[in-house]
C-alpha cells in the first residue's frame, strides 16, 4: 500500500519532510523554538505533522534551537580549613505511625563531615543544642582552633534565648551565629545536601517504630558517610 512515495498511510512524503527542514532552517524562524514553527505549518496548512514529529526530523537533521541561558557559575561559601563554617538545620522523618521525628545535623562546610546530630518529637532548641554538643566534642579533638561561625536558616530552634545562652556560655571552643543569606549571601545549602543524602538513600524504605530506633540507625548512618563511604570531591 503507497500513496505517492509513502509506505505507511500516516507516514509524511519526502516534499513534507523537505518543507519542515527548510521551515527549521530559515533564517527568519532562526529565533522561534520547535514548537513555534510547527504551529506555523499548522496554521499555513503547508505541513500538518504532529510536534513529536517535527522535533523528531530537528534531531535527524541536527538542528538545535533551545534557549541560550547565561552561564551561571554558583559559588558556595569559602572555608579555609576545617570547622571555620558549621551548618545546622532540622528536617523530619515519619515513625510507622505517621508521627514525626525531627531530627538537627551539624556539618562542616569544609570536609561537609556531620559532626553531630540529634533526634526528637518536637522541632525545638533541644535537637539543635544537642546536635551542637556532639559537633563541640569533635571539634575540640582540633586543639589549635578556638572559633567558628555557626551558619543557620531563620528557623525559630535556632534563634531563640536558650541556644544564644548556651553559645554565649561556651568556653572552650567560641562560637558566632550568623544567618543565612542575611549575614552573609550564601545560603545553608551544604547542610540541606546532607539531609537530601539521608533522607534519599539512608532512610529512603526504612521503618522505625521510635526515636531510638532510628537514632540507632543514624549512628551507623552518619559513620558510613564519614568514614566507610568514599567521597568523590
Known amino acids: 500500500y503507497s500513496i505517492g512515495n509513502k509506505r505507511r498511510p500516516y507516514q509524511l512524503a519526502l516534499e513534507e519532510v523537505q518543507k519542515i527542514k527548510k521551515m527549521l532552517t530559515d533564517p527568519q524562524h532562526d529565533h522561534w523554538p520547535v514548537v513555534s514553527i510547527a504551529s506555523f505549518g499548522l496554521r499555513n496548512k503547508s505541513v500538518v505533522a504532529s510536534l513529536y514529529t517535527w522535533y523528531k526530523y530537528a534531531k535527524v537533521f541536527g538542528i538545535r534551537k533551545e534557549l541560550v541561558k547565561k552561564d551561571v557559575k554558583k559559588l558556595g561559601q569559602p572555608s579555609k580549613c576545617p570547622n571555620e563554617y558549621l551548618h545546622v538545620d532540622t528536617t523530619c522523618y515519619p515513625l510507622v505511625d505517621d508521627t514525626k521525628v525531627w531530627i538537627a545535623f551539624v556539618m ?93 538513600r539512608y532512610l529512603r524504605n526504612q521503618k522505625f517504630e521510635s526515636i531510638e530506633a532510628i537514632v540507632s540507625y543514624l549512628n551507623w548512618a552518619v559513620l558510613d558517610y564519614n568514614i566507610l563511604r568514599p567521597h568523590y570531591k
Open 108 to 200: 562542616d562546610n569544609y570536609s561537609k563531615m556531620i559532626l553531630g546530630f540529634d533526634a526528637g518529637r518536637w522541632r525545638t532548641f533541644t535537637i539543635v543544642k544537642g546536635a551542637l554538643k556532639k559537633a563541640l566534642d569533635v571539634i575540640m579533638t582540633h586543639p589549635d582552633q578556638e572559633h567558628s561561625y555557626l551558619v543557620t536558616d531563620g528557623g525559630t530552634e535556632n534563634h531563640n534565648i536558650h541556644i544564644d545562652s548556651f553559645i554565649k556560655k561556651l568556653s572552650g571552643h567560641k562560637i558566632t551565629k550568623i544567618r543565612a543569606l542575611k549575614d552573609i549571601r550564601f545560603s545553608n545549602s551544604p547542610v540541606e545536601a546532607i539531609h537530601r543524602t539521608m533522607k534519599g
